[in-house]
């Protein structure tokens, strides 16, 4: 008679058991916030959620699908100027009009991607920029949304959100707070799914993950997309938020990418954990730096580059190769069942 097998395949771990409790615990705090937080500190976490959303979103395009893309500004002003367009001349609420950006978003991904996906490497990030910019003079030249010098979205579609000021904060604050969950939930459980296994091995090597049967271009294509719609979304709550667009803010590459991206290398690329990390250090940096001008900014750049050469997987990177923690369990873990003697 063969011995009983005592090993067992698991994905999570005793540190994500309790990461996930006191996640539920923080989610309600946070949710609790008009209770507690002023209005200056849910501006700031509204801010907060909505740079996680998009460092999430550019981490699973870049880390995950191997997408290097510095254009993703292109779908955060498309986004905000689809909110103004479809508020003011369609006649949507804002809060229906920021879901309806999304599905254009999507939309407009399909032939954007149909182009640059014939670019590789360092051609690929070029053409994504360059894509960005033509989307930000087209935009420019639309008059009936203020053309170069931009607009302001009319007081009555502010007031159609929430009667008063502060519960359209309120509003904005929990909209912020339900998109960055949504995008975290969306990552996780896409991650976790076949299409997840099948983005982990073209990360790991794309010709041995093609040579396994693996439809890299499929694959691809619909995190694109899936990110390019997630990132709509995100870009016209931000300017739901700012009441105000113009070219030059909507299609700002410091803005939407550069830091984007710094959050993500700090942090951690390819890791769930690490833009959470990144924006945190991000916004902490920011807060007690941003007075000092253009010290600020080189600041952070010392700081990216110090972080790559000591931990080039990132702050998470390196907690993850000394501790072994891992809150979002993706991979498996193989235990072993303790038995007890007769």
């Known amino acids: 008679m063969s011995a009983p097998d005592n090993h067992f395949v698991r994905r999570s ?18 949710a609790l916030a008009p209770l507690w937080a002023g209005r200056a500190d849910m501006r700031l976490m509204s801010e907060l959620f909505l740079y996680l959303a998009l460092a999430s979103l550019w981490n699973l395009l870049a880390g ?21 367009a479809l508020t003011i001349f369609g006649g949507l609420h804002p809060i229906l009009a920021i879901g309806v950006a999304g599905l254009f978003g999507a939309a407009i991904s399909v032939p954007v991607a149909a182009l ?6 360092a051609y690929f990030a070029i053409g994504t920029w360059v894509v960005a910019e033509v989307f930000r003079l087209v935009f420019a030249q639309i008059q009936v949304l203020g053309g170069g010098s931009g607009s302001s979205l009319p007081v009555k579609i502010v007031k159609s959100v929430a009667a008063s000021r502060t519960m359209r904060e309120w509003t904005s604050y929990w909209l912020a707070l339900g998109l960055v969950v949504m995008v975290l939930a969306i990552v996780y459980f896409f991650l976790r799914s076949r ?19 693996i439809d890299i271009w499929r694959t691809q294509f619909l995190v694109y997309v ?6 709509t979304v995100t870009g016209a709550l931000i300017f739901l938020q700012k009441l105000r667009i113009s070219p030059d803010a909507a299609f700002s590459v410091n803005d939407w ?7 993500v290398v700090i942090g951690g690329i390819g890791t769930i954990e690490g ?19 253009t ?25 993850r190769e000394r501790w072994g923690l891992e809150l979002f369990p993706l991979s498996h873990r193989v235990e072993t069942k303790s038995v007890g003697k007769d």
Request: glycine share 14%; net charge positive.
């Open 64 to 84: 995950y699908a191997g997408l290097v893309s510095v254009g993703q500004q292109a779908f955060v002003g498309f986004g905000g100027y689809l909110l103004f």
């Open 116 to 121: 640059i996906f014939r670019l590789r490497g």
């Open 275 to 293: 833009p959470i990390i990144g924006t945190l250090v991000y916004f902490a940096l920011r807060e007690f730096l941003a007075d000092l001008g």
């Open 257 to 263: 990418t550069a830091f984007v991206i710094f959050i």
């Open 13 to 30: 771990s005793q540190a994500s058991r309790i990461a996930g409790i006191a996640g539920i615990i923080i989610l309600i705090a946070l």
């Open 295 to 319: 010290i600020y900014l080189i600041v952070l750049g010392v700081v990216a580059i110090l972080i790559m050469l000591k931990a080039p997987k990132g702050i998470w990177g390196l907690i």
């Open 195 to 213: 299409k997840g296994l099948a983005l982990t091995a073209i990360r790991d090597n794309e010709l041995a993950a093609g040579s396994l049967g």
């Open 226 to 231: 899936v990110t390019a719609a997630l990132t």
